[in-house]
């Protein structure tokens, strides 16, 4: 059975920091790149970062130097650090695979999974 569950959102002033964690089941957490994603309503689900399991990680150029995606293996959870928020980063984020990396079109793409947790929201407000 896959599990996600998303931790870590809240509340944050214009230029703040937030850490996000998610859980994963082991079936879907050890032999993939795992990544971050965020919905605003009305819009699709975008993917902002992601981690291949070597610890590689990729982002999106929207929040590249601000964000850093990390994973620990022996745990199943992977991490968002956010770092100098702004309020376009308003949205649910929520964790899942993601494919492997490619150049190009990567994080233009949508991508869809039959399971999705139910994500944290994040709200950048002052």
Known sequence: QVQLVESGGGLVQPG??????????????S???????????????????AITSAGLPNYADSVKGRFTIS?????????LQMNSLKPEDTAIYYCNRAPEYYTGRYFLRTYDY???????????SS
């Open 71 to 79: 994973r620990d293996n022996g745990k199943n959870t992977v991490y």
């Open 16 to 29: 703040g920091s937030l850490r996000l964690s998610c859980a994963a089941s082991g079936s879907i957490f």
């Open 31 to 49: 032999i993939n790149t795992m990544g971050w994603y965020r919905q605003v309503t009305g819009k699709e689900r975008e993917l902002v970062a």
């Open 114 to 124: 039959d399971y999705w947790g139910q994500g944290t929201q994040v709200t950048v």
